[in-house]
């Protein structure tokens, strides 16, 4: 009796989807799967490689021998090998052993489509199931109202390995750990959302999880998958949504994963032009091949699926967009009309977009694409890519080179702080102070802030003001919200030892209220992506380093009137023209005691005048803080 039973998972019209780029629940037939043949139970095992003349799977329960477990090759040409191992489960160490048609090459290789993997540095993939009960049946069916574009969005984003450590045992934090503490902490920070930088299986620490070997089963430093569920769980549970980093732009080129997997370029572009990544020395999906947009696509959808995902934030889409992404003059050909765009990776992110929200219509995907590619977040009806949201990287450059200038020299800068108003609406656009802002020598963000310790506190709690009135969602990196000194380690855990003094006590405090304010007021986010939400009161007073705004909700009561002073300087009976009488009442302060700040705040409520400024009838005199931001509404 041979050791490997005939038996298939897929139909003709399964076949057919793969071969035609259109399967989109390929970890539903790939893999290994835990089944019953013929009243014995074992695992079924499908991979495919077009290129061998012989895939065996080899592991623990054969001793690694090629000879013991030989799958069969389909008839249908679409290059799957497959069959049932009787009594192979749970917890079973296996890979697949590759001899390719090309010039006798054998690979051994990990299961693409996994849902488990050995703790790197060991690479063999685990046969693995759960039966995980899931408890945020509330949050899915309103998770809409959540993700909805009119809806506040303020992401907190992580990278698990070093949020917080156990320093006495020197090690991560386990999922089931995280699904306590950090779930406390988001929430107690007033986050709508949690980003998670990649959690799928990776090799490499210092690749931060950006180079991916195992796409459908998260990485076994911090626990089991079911546990990784737990964490999803409980933050669904507590009103938090998850978004996860996701890359289809690149992988590694391990010798257990994707890169050269049947002894061909199977999964990476053969053209090195288009399959080679030279800033990352990676390789580059071949989106031209139908069936690895299948694999993509599927992967996307298994998150979303499987892990109850809110959405999806797409790294690097500017290095796949374009053909010339980090290469000279002779590196690249240009596409069939002449041009630099990369058609089949814009097809396939159109693609990727469309069966996304038609599967998941209350999920959002979100591009950090660094270019002026037109459209990225407007629906492929429309010409765009599709996507829900997109990185503002302009602002996140121009506000942060503003706000490193010592104050008396940002009069001269007026322009970098107001010009993203120019192009705020042109795209669905996220505001992100993310991981890559605080590597690398660029300092941390408190670190960028100039004066001295207190004018620092004050120049980033400005800025975090500012950016939370600046249309548009937001994101903040994990220590930014307590005032980081040190720039961050992902060897070493965030410095939470900073909490014991003041001003950074102050800052997490201001954060969690500025999250609570954002929130609480519909006006700054209500119509957040489009011009109808804002209106300019004044952005060229350079002289004293003032802008001021008014953000728009659906309601005119809602309306917030926002005043940004960008000096360490008092200003006391500032004239500011407004669109209406009454009285005027602020809301906010950022110089408030309870912050850290001077107290310099404005009187309960302000006599508007009919007296002409700013181009509008009516006008009042109000106090202006040292370096900070005010809120009001008219009464």
């Not at 539903?28 to 013929?38: A, M, N, P, Q």
């Not at 938090?240 to 370029?265: A, E, K, Q, R, T």
């Not at 069966?355 to 591009?367: G, H, N």
């Not at 548009?472 to 909490?499: A, V």
Request: glycine share 8%; aromatic share 16%; charged share 25%.
């Amino acid at each position: 009796m041979t050791n490997v039973i005939a038996y298939s998972q897929f139909t003709e019209f399964d076949i057919f989807l793969f071969k035609g780029g259109k399967h989109f629940r390929l970890y539903e037939k790939f893999g290994s799967h835990i089944t019953t043949v013929d009243g014995v139970e074992g695992t079924y095992f499908a991979v495919w490689a077009p290129s061998a003349n012989q895939v065996s799977v080899v592991g623990e329960f054969n001793k690694w021998n090629d000879g013991e477990h030989k799958l069969n090759v389909r008839w249908d040409s679409s290059g799957i090998w497959e069959g049932f191992i009787p009594n192979v489960g749970i917890g079973s160490l296996y890979k697949y052993k590759i001899h390719s048609n090309n010039s006798g090459i054998i690979t051994e290789k990990a299961d693409p489509y996994a849902r488990r993997n050995e703790h790197p540095p060991k690479t063999a993939s685990i046969v693995w199931s759960d039966d995980y009960k899931w408890k945020d049946k509330n949050w899915m069916k309103t998770r809409k109202d959540h993700n909805a574009l009119d809806a506040p969005y303020s992401v907190y984003e992580v990278h698990l390995g070093s949020w917080k450590r156990k320093m006495e045992e020197d090690r991560f934090l386990s999922y089931v750990e995280l699904a306590d503490d950090l779930v406390a902490y988001v929430k107690e920070m007033n986050f709508t959302h949690v980003e998670l930088m990649p959690i799928m299986e990776f090799p490499y620490d210092p690749s931060w999880g950006y180079q991916l070997t195992g796409y459908f089963a998260p990485t076994s430093r911090f626990g089991y998958p079911d546990e990784f569920k737990l964490l999803v769980d409980k933050l669904h549970q507590s009103g938090i949504g998850i978004i996860l980093d996701w890359v289809p732009s690149h992988f590694p080129s391990d010798d257990h994963g994707l890169g050269y997997f049947d002894g061909s370029h199977l999964y990476e572009h053969p053209d090195r032009k288009k399959g080679y990544h030279p800033d990352w020395k990676s390789l580059i999906f071949n989106y031209e091949r139908n069936e690895v947009r299948s694999f993509l696509i599927s992967n996307a959808i298994f998150w979303l699926e499987q892990y109850h995902a809110d959405g999806l934030r797409v790294d690097a889409v500017a290095s796949m967009i374009f053909l010339d992404y980090s290469r000279e003059e002779g590196e690249w050909d240009p596409n069939e009309f002449g041009g630099k765009e990369n058609l089949a990776a814009i097809s396939f992110l159109k693609q990727l977009n469309e069966e996304v929200y038609r599967s998941f219509p209350d999920v959002q995907t979100i591009a950090e694409e660094s270019t002026a590619f037109p459209m990225v977040s407007k629906p492929t009806s429309m010409g765009g890519l599709g996507f829900g949201m997109k990185w503002m990287m302009g602002w996140m450059h121009d506000t942060l080179d503003f706000f490193g200038k010592d104050p008396i020299y940002r009069k001269y800068h007026q322009n970098e702080i107001t010009f993203s108003l120019a192009y705020a609406f042109s795209e669905n656009f996220m505001l992100p102070l993310s991981h890559d802002e605080v590597v690398y020598g660029k300092n941390s963000i408190l670190g960028r802030m100039p004066g001295d310790e207190w004018q620092r506190f004050s120049n980033l709690r400005l800025l975090y003001g500012y950016m939370f009135t600046h249309p548009g969602t937001k994101l903040l990196f994990m220590g930014s919200e307590f005032g980081q000194y040190n720039e961050w380690d992902f060897e070493g855990s965030l410095d939470w030892n900073l909490l014991e003094f003041e001003p950074h006590k102050n800052i997490k405090n201001y954060f969690s209220a500025l999250n609570e304010f954002y929130r609480s007021t519909p006006a700054l986010y209500e119509n957040g992506f489009t011009s109808e939400g804002f209106e300019w009161i004044s952005f060229d007073d350079s002289e004293n380093s003032v802008i001021s705004y008014i953000r728009k909700g659906k309601e005119a009561s809602e309306n917030v009137i926002v005043v940004c002073n960008f000096t360490p300087n008092m200003i006391e009976n500032y004239k500011l023209g407004l669109p209406s009488k009454g009285k005027l009442k602020e809301i906010f302060n950022s110089d408030a005691e309870i912050f850290g700040g001077s107290g310099n705040v404005n009187p309960k409520q302000i006599t508007i005048k009919k007296s002409a400024w700013d181009g509008r009838a009516y006008s009042a005199d109000i106090k202006l803080s040292p370096l900070g931001i005010s809120v009001f509404k008219i009464k």
